[in-house]
């Protein structure tokens, strides 16, 4: 098991049973309607929105997309989709967990190897949806100004 994974597939299982696929926000005309004109204000300026109707973070929506990967790749990636959902959104018990993927009651190493393969294809996913690629990073855009200045002054040396 990988702890850094598990703690992210746990907050993403959180999130997916707190607020899911949904997210909306409130409609101005909405608004109008209700209140029979314009709403009361309070405070003047902007307020940030702090979990009100606006759907899963970033970190659970990376998790829910690379779950989505995994299960569209073949029947071990659905069956590997299906233990995570059901051990991360549902909390069902290990014996479930282990009968609905098609594993034998007795077989806890095996369902140990399943968790750590899950983990491992979750963070490969990961890994290529941020860019990095064998430890490396993919460079998008141009260098960091920093670098610019730097390379820019060494050349007016010369």
Do not use: F
């Not at 204000?41 to 995994?70: H, K, Q, S, V």
């Not at 100004?145 to 390379?151: H, P, Y």
């Amino acid at each position: 098991m990988i702890d850094d994974i598990e703690s992210l597939m746990r907050h993403w299982g959180e999130q997916q049973a707190r607020l899911g696929h949904e997210a909306s926000l409130g409609s101005q005309m909405g608004a109008i309607m209700d209140w029979k004109g314009s709403a009361p204000r309070g405070t003047p300026g902007t307020r940030p929105l702090l979990g009100g109707g606006t759907g899963m973070d970033y970190a659970a929506a990376e998790i829910d997309a690379a779950i989505a990967e995994l299960e569209r790749r073949d029947e071990r990636g659905q069956k590997l989709a299906l233990l995570a959902r059901l051990r991360y959104r549902h909390s069902v018990p290990v014996r479930e967990q282990m009968r609905e993927i098609g594993l034998a009651e007795g077989a806890d190493r095996t369902y140990r190897n399943w968790v750590q393969a899950l983990h491992q294809q979750v963070m490969v996913i990961l890994m290529a949806r941020m860019g990095t690629v064998r430890g490396y990073t993919v460079r998008r855009g141009t260098l960091p100004q920093s670098c610019v200045k730097v390379a820019s002054m060494s050349r007016r040396s010369e």
